[in-house]
């Protein structure tokens, strides 16, 4: 049971995401020769129209593929109106983009849920240390972090995000809320602990704040998936200069194993069935986001073979106003492929070891 919904929640993502290219292929009367959730053998298959409907056995993937999308087609009729390279230029660019859209919509969609029945964690603070850099500061339980680094703060967790990221001795400038509602500009020295990590010395309690109305739970969704999307982007720059171990990367593997661990927990805490389902599901939303967030913006990578990589080959186009050779376009396609391959390989590879050695 714990596989089937791991498996769904990265089906629930890539359908979303191809469901984008889907519609708004569509919407441009472009032909889609096949619609697959999952890679590698069909399970299931389906033609309506034009289009061929497939469910494949490896559910970490998807594709929508296009009449004309790789410079063939099953027919080999390339020339029809309705081929993707024949359509303008902007309009396939809508196509491309319209992928990773879709995830950052089922973000929101998604936020708003879990804020409706979770609430937020606010940054007002319920412990400061009498060791610690904050008490020193001036800081008390009561008060509401508002900037850290001259960045907003909507989520204690934008407070330890960019204390992860920032790990040093530092000094931290921060703007506070006072309980009487006046705010004051102070300056937090992080201490080291045992752990060799440095830390400001504050913490809020375990309960979030309910939103108030469905403007708020609105807002704070669109807060959830921005803090989502500012977590990822400072992930990969993290991975890029080498401000992670290996250990923290995680591939689908790894993904599942902690989803597995989550599950686990929920049923050893819920006290009935139906408060496990509930806990399980929100649990799911949750994966959902920050999944449905990473796709999102690992497309948007110029990549070859991404959709990001698509998109510069469109805007250089644009640009040129001339059709880059589909033929130059597939061997660098093909290239870049063959890279994400491998990739993957080494991700994989990575997850195997931090999973079961």
């Known amino acids: 049971m714990n596989i089937i919904?791991?498996?769904?929640?990265?089906?629930?993502?890539?359908?979303?995401?191809?469901?984008?290219?889907?519609?708004?292929?569509?919407?441009?009367?472009?032909?889609?020769?096949?619609?697959?959730?999952?890679?590698?053998?069909?399970?299931?298959?389906?033609?309506?129209?034009?289009?061929?409907?497939?469910?494949?056995?490896?559910p970490l993937g998807g594709y929508c593929l296009m009449l004309g999308d790789s410079g063939d087609s099953e027919d080999g009729n390339v020339e029809d109106e309705n081929a993707f390279p024949n359509k303008p230029v902007w309009a396939r660019i809508l196509v491309v983009l319209a992928g990773p859209f879709f995830n950052?919509?089922?973000?929101?969609?998604?936020?708003?849920?879990?804020?409706?029945?979770?609430?937020?964690?606010?940054?007002?603070?319920?412990?400061?240390?009498?060791?610690?850099?904050?008490?020193?500061?001036?800081?008390?339980?009561?008060?509401?972090?508002?900037?850290?680094?001259?960045?907003?703060?909507?989520?204690?967790?934008?407070?330890?995000?960019?204390?992860?990221?920032?790990?040093?001795?530092?000094?931290?400038?921060?703007?506070?809320?006072?309980?009487?509602?006046?705010?004051?500009?102070?300056?937090?020295?992080?201490?080291?602990?045992?752990?060799?990590?440095?830390?400001?010395?504050?913490?809020?309690?375990?309960?979030?704040?309910?939103?108030d109305g469905v403007g708020e739970t609105v807002k704070y969704a669109f807060y959830e998936t921005k803090y989502w999307f500012d977590a990822t982007i400072s992930s990969l720059k993290m991975i890029f200069t080498g401000g992670v171990k290996s250990k923290d990367i995680l591939g689908p593997v790894g993904v599942g194993d902690a989803f597995n661990d989550i599950i686990e927990e929920v049923k050893q805490e819920s006290t009935s069935f139906k408060e496990t389902a509930i806990n399980i599901i929100l649990n799911m939303i949750n994966w959902c986001i920050l999944l449905s967030v990473n796709l999102g913006i690992m497309n948007l990578l110029p990549i070859p073979a991404l959709d990001g990589g698509r998109l510069l080959f469109l805007l250089i186009e644009a640009i040129r106003?001339?059709?880059?050779?589909?033929?130059?376009?597939?061997?660098?396609?093909?290239?870049?492929?063959?890279?994400?391959?491998?990739?993957?390989?080494?991700?994989?590879?990575?997850?195997?070891?931090?999973?079961?050695?």
Not at 5 to 33: P, Q, R, T
Not at 40 to 51: D, M
């Open 5 to 58: 919904l791991i498996i769904l929640v990265f089906g629930i993502v890539v359908f979303f995401h191809e469901l984008g290219h889907f519609i708004v292929a569509k919407a441009n009367h472009i032909a889609v020769s096949e619609f697959s959730i999952g890679l590698g053998p069909a399970i299931f298959s389906v033609k309506k129209k034009e289009t061929k409907y497939s469910l494949r056995i490896l």
């Open 104 to 211: 950052f919509i089922l973000a929101v969609v998604f936020s708003i849920i879990l804020i409706h029945f979770c609430g937020y964690d606010d940054a007002k603070l319920t412990v400061v240390r009498e060791d610690s850099g904050a008490y020193e500061a001036g800081l008390e339980p009561g008060d509401t972090i508002v900037e850290i680094g001259g960045k907003k703060v909507h989520f204690f967790r934008d407070v330890q995000i960019y204390m992860m990221i920032n790990d040093s001795s530092e000094p931290v400038d921060m703007v506070i809320k006072k309980a009487d509602g006046s705010t004051q500009n102070v300056t937090v020295t992080p201490k080291k602990a045992e752990d060799g990590k440095y830390y400001l010395g504050i913490a809020r309690d375990r309960y979030n704040v309910a939103a």
């Open 321 to 357: 106003r001339k059709k880059i050779p589909q033929e130059k376009e597939a061997v660098v396609n093909m290239i870049g492929f063959a890279i994400l391959m491998i990739l993957m390989f080494l991700v994989f590879f990575n997850d195997i070891k931090n999973v079961f050695f």
